[in-house]
């Protein structure tokens, strides 16, 4: 009953939003059928989510569980739904950090409860839309939805300075999707002008990538940079990263925890999903541009987060400086750093919601998040200090915990593209262990003032809600090759798309491995770590044969490899 | 001379058909005035609002029945797009009656009047839907809006109201000169032998080189007096103090029916008409349609009167919708134009609904009398914030996919830089819109609620159903925007 197939995709996705109109019929001063009544849904979408991880085929680079269903045949528009490996990632993200969400939120929100839970609930329901979704007009709608929700979150249950925070973040995302908009239907008409036909499923915008490549230089960038302002805002890249700190200060937990953990990564799925393998040839021409940007976000994050004397604050600049390294993983088009750049996004999303979630523990006892108010918590809450030692570890990168392997991999594909950039991220890590080392060092150590003396460790609800993310942060660290395993084949597919070249010189150069392993055996050097710079695609082999099996599928026709 | 009677006498026998709705229209108003208003008492006049609703009804199934073709010397024309446009200014007609009911009781102002003005209007408008020659246009324009001029003095012991009326009916009278003016010189031009569209459509494109300019100062004066008459910028600046004085369910009318009707004759005009000098009247056309997204919309961002905002906001979507009248394929900016009218008629008069609501108590005229709408009409504040959002172009919601169709035809008809305006605008739009959710949701309430009227809580329902669920039945809407079409 429970495989995992289209079906149960779709009840998976849309059980949040079913469960908030069954709420709605509960009046509203039963707080306690709210609180519970969403958390069940919420755990119940994680469990049927859960059969799609064991059920996904590694080996396949299409999109599985594909459905789809005739919506406005005028406007080529379908309900088309559907998940590789990428996007089964961040939906699984999104129904795991969901019931935490909802825990978190018991005691923090104090008031109009009902209103509170459907809203939330409503938003899980459009954040796991826009990763199963299939169809560009599908995508920008659910992609909208999410704002008004979340405008909600921070508006009302926010602090001190919510509508402007809320009013912010809906201008701000707003303004970036219209543009974005206007580039989906530019390349619409384009494709309607060659294939005659309108269509706004997925597979189609991708295979226009070689149409694209013969339209001007700038008619392309336009296009890149639409997209590119659009996502950028998202995730949120320097220097459209203005609205995040209002948010994530303003916000409630929950709200935080869930624009860190998901919305951010809407960006960057948005980079993966859209801009790289729809518009390749421009990104390239305009990646100095955009990774400088990238490389500015991680510097000049840590560097704000660093005097920050707000914890929150602090843990939502260094959300600018970690989005920044993912982006870098992103950009440095090769398997590698996408794929160091996924994981980082999932990292991201355990680690920092973690943060958050510690930021509002001591804010729910103490009604403060300044570091100065705090010192020696670890002498009254050793649970918490333990619980908060571990997400500083995994957000800095501590081997063994996940942050570690994301930016391992992340580097090890920034150098293989650009060295010096890589040089730069790092960094900016250093920098991001000064900080939240030094956030650490103030908060739990140090003299303890009277009124933190009486303050409470974490009670089980809470340990309760930590502990997921806890294990998630040790089983990805120490064993993180089924993730890496699910992304394999789509990253694989995406840089043949983006990077055509790459998978030539690879071949070469394992080529070349082989060859010398047989001269000097015992010396086995990692075929990756050979010359072969992706980024120049220097002197691919021209004639080289193309290895079967994983061989990298002739550029020409990757257009319709995951039309399925 | 008896050959000239007995000519009009055939030509009357043989297109009276085409003209049943506005004749049905006229007589029945006719007879309402009298000897109809006998019937009722002063503490019964509000009876003609239902009645007033199964003449609409009525009106509504004769549209639908009128065959197409051309009469009465080719003044006036039934076609798919004369019927789209009328089927929408009934529609709206209709709004506007059932929301004047309670507010009317309540002001003690039930006349037969004013229910018989708004069907003579009606007229005027189903008239301007099918002119297709600029004399007809004309005439059509003045039935309309010397009826809206008296609509919007109704309340004529409150000095807003006249002060409304008064200049509605000033810059009106102005802008029908400049538009009369402009006829004549196009008259002129063209030859001096037609004013019927589809035949200066081939004259204009054929008038020698040395007519230049009095072909382009009458096509520019001619979209001036229309510009006038759908508020576009430059030309608007009566339609904030207009709007905020009328009696708001003629505001709501004002918003919605006579610009469906100007619109029709503004595609007819520009498409059918002026098609062949389209490089005189695009340009222009393209600074009005972009000035009037930008001025509407920020221009809507200070203000703190709801009616205001709405006015200013109805600018803004005039500005959207000229960008169908500037595609250079009539038909698909025919469709597109008619889609989003209908789409706006429902969200407006949604909105209106609420504002009228509100005003049951005196309020509703500022923005901040939203305030705390959430706590103490849940369902209420959620319709309005539906409808706000709708208007702001938020998907899932059916703005969305009006400004969405639009916005396409814009695109693929090389309007990139308008469109990319249109769009920002309509970001910025969603702050003003936001600014009252955000009164009703994040302000705490003051005072009690009070009950609702029948037919407001029936409007705002079937609108917040429609608005809400509207995106899925996108294939229907297509399907009924395809009716519009030329013949």
Known sequence: MFTANTTLMLVATFLP????????????????????????????????????????????????????????????????????GISLLLWLLTTFIGPIAIACSFKSIEERHKEYYLWMLVLQTAMLGVFITQDMFLFYLFWEVMLVPMYFLIGIWGGPQKL????????????????????????????????????????????????????????????????????????????????????????????????????????????????????????????????????????????????????????????????????????????????????????????TSGLFLAVGIVYERRHTRMIADFGGLSKTMPVYATIFMIMTMSSIGLPLLNGFIGEGVILMGAFQAFPWAAMVATLGIILGAAYMLWMFQRVMFGPITAVNEKMEDLNLREILYFAPLVAAAFWIGLNPTPIMDVMDAPVRKLVTQVNPDFYKAESLAAKQAAAAKL?????????????APAAHGAAPAGHEAEPAGHGAPAPEAHGHGGGK | MTGFAQGLLNALQRDTHLIMPQLFLMVVATLMLWPGDLFFNRAEKHKWAPITLVILAVTAFLVTRVPEGEGFSRMFRMDGLTRGFQLLCILA????????????????????????????????????????????????????????????????????????????????????????????????????????????????????????????????MVLVGMAFKVAAVPFHMWSPDAYEGAPTPITAFMATAPKAAALAAFLRVFGAGFHGVSSDWVMPLTYIAGASMILGNVAAVKQESMKRLLAYSSIAHVGYMLLGVLSGDPKAGAQAVWLYMLIYIVMNTGAFAVVIYLQGKGEGERIEDFRGLGKKRPVLAFAMMVFLLSLAGIPPLVGFFGKFYLFKLAIEQGFVTLTVIALLTSAVSAYYYLGVVKEMYFKEPEGEAIPMGAAQAFIVGVACVLVLVGTAFGPWLLKWAGEIFWI
């Open chain 1, 17 to 84: 939003l079913l469960g908030a109109l069954v709420l709605l019929l509960v009046p509203k001063d039963q707080r306690r059928v709210f609180e519970i009544g969403s958390l069940i849904i919420m755990i119940a979408s994680l469990l049927l989510s859960l059969p799609f991880w064991f059920g996904y085929d590694r080996a396949s680079d299409a999109v599985q569980w594909a459905g789809s269903w005739t919506w406005i045949p005028a406007l080529g528009a379908r309900f088309a739904v559907g998940m590789d």
């Open chain 1, 164 to 351: 402007y925070a809320a009013i912010k973040l809906f201008l701000y995302t707003l303004a970036g999707s219209v543009l974005m908009l206007v580039a989906i239907l530019a390349i619409y008409f384009l494709q309607h002008k060659t294939t005659g036909g309108y269509d706004f499923s997925l597979a189609s915008f991708q295979a226009m990538a070689p149409i694209i490549a013969q339209q001007s230089k700038s008619y392309q960038h336009l296009m890149a940079l639409a997209f590119f302002i659009g996502f950028a805002i998202k995730v949120p890249m320097f220097p459209f990263h203005t609205w995040l700190p209002d948010a994530h200060v303003q916000a409630p937990t929950a709200g935080s925890v869930i624009l860190a953990a998901i919305l951010l990564k809407m960006g960057t799925y948005g980079f993966v999903r859209f801009l790289l393998p729809i518009l390749p040839g421009a990104t390239k021409d305009l990646m100095p541009w955009f990774l400088t940007l990238a490389l500015i976000g991680i510097i000049y994050g840590a560097l704000v987060a660093m005097i920050q004397k707000d914890m929150k604050k602090l843990v939502a600049y260094s959300s600018v400086s970690h989005l920044g390294l993912c982006m870098l993983g992103l950009f440095a088009l090769n398997p590698y750093g996408i794929k160091g750049g996924l994981f980082q996004m999932l990292n991201h999303g355990i680690s």
């Open chain 1, 519 to 531: 001269g000097m055996r015992g010396m086995s050097a990692p075929a990756h770590h050979g010359e």
């Open chain 2, 93 to 220: 007609s209709a709004g506007t009656v059932l929301l004047s009911v309670r507010l009317l009781d309540s002001l003690k102002q039930q006349t037969v009047e004013y229910y018989a003005l708004i069907l003579f209007s009606l007229s005027g408008m189903l008239f301007l839907c099918g002119a297709s020659d600029l004399i007809s246009v004309y005439f059509s324009i003045e039935l309309m809006a010397i009826c809206i001029y008296i609509l919007v003095a109704y309340l004529r012991d409150r000095a807003t109201s006249v002060e409304a009326g008064m200049k509605y009916f000033l810059l009106g009278a102005f802008s029908s000169g400049i538009l009369v003016y402009g006829i004549s010189l196009i008259y002129g031009a063209a030859g001096g032998v037609t004013t019927n569209l589809a035949d200066l459509n081939q004259l204009l494109a054929l008038t020698p080189t040395t007519s230049n300019l009095l072909v382009y100062s009458g096509v520019l």
